[in-house]
T-cell receptor, first 116, second 116 residues
């Protein structure tokens, strides 16, 4: 079974700073997808970024980027120039069987607070 | 595009009654829908995978007779909590994968269930 571990229950940074959220996972699959989701106070889940394991290049979406270390099974999220609207719960997620079309296993989440 | 709705957004029911939650894909066809449960200040846990026209697949530990799932069309899946008890009080979230979609899951806004 896949496991996803987020070891930072809460983080707080000042606006405009850079913050990195960590995630490790365990899988026996060789090809798979990884996701970071954001859940703001509205509780609507929002996809932040995805990474395909077979791609060497780390995914980037505007201010959000990942550091994907396949051998170490590590998938951290870096948020640059943090904004107040980034305050939310962030969940790392891994498909049940590795494939992108599967139901997701989520980490416990990191509550990110951006201070003005 | 890619909007998923849930109805109702909040429901209160008495212990012993049943309640139905609807999940609709508004602008795309979804062959697969997923149901998650989220307790306060916790992560999402996959309950079941619902495929149009076939029986749902339940995760280990989820009572299929208590949480009835019906995916009758390509745009609608329903979750019925039967004989609800206070411990069933939770936030229920559905997601939908577009037909032919590789990995993208679109999440509904969630339904808060309170059983008194």
């Amino acid at each position: 079974a896949q496991t996803v571990t987020q070891s930072q229950p809460e983080m707080s940074v000042q606006e405009a700073e850079t913050v990195t959220l960590s995630c490790t996972y365990d899988t026996s699959e060789s090809n798979y997808y990884l996701f970071w989701y954001k859940q703001p106070p509205s509780r609507q889940m929002i996809l932040v970024i995805r990474q395909e394991a077979y791609k060497q290049q780390n995914a980037t979406e505007n201010r959000f980027s990942v550091n994907f270390q396949k051998a170490a099974k590590s998938f951290s999220l870096k948020i640059s120039d943090s904004q107040l609207g980034d305050t939310a719960m962030y969940f790392c997620a891994f498909p049940q069987a590795g494939g992108g079309a599967d139901g997701l296993t989520f980490g416990k989440g990191t509550h990110l607070i951006i201070q003005p | 595009g890619a909007v998923v709705s849930q109805h109702p957004s909040w429901v209160i029911c008495k212990s012993g009654t049943s309640v139905k939650i609807e999940c609709r894909s508004l602008d795309f066809q979804a062959t697969t829908m997923f149901w998650y449960r989220q307790f306060p200040k916790q992560s999402l846990m996959l309950m079941a995978t619902s495929n149009e026209g076939s029986k749902a697949t339940y995760e280990q530990g989820v009572e299929k007779d208590k949480f009835l799932i019906n995916h009758a069309s390509l745009t609608l899946s329903t979750l019925t909590v039967t004989s609800a008890h206070p411990e069933d009080s939770s936030f229920y979230i559905c997601s939908a994968r577009a037909s032919g979609g590789v990995y993208e899951q679109y999440f509904g806004p969630g339904t808060r269930l309170t059983v008194t």
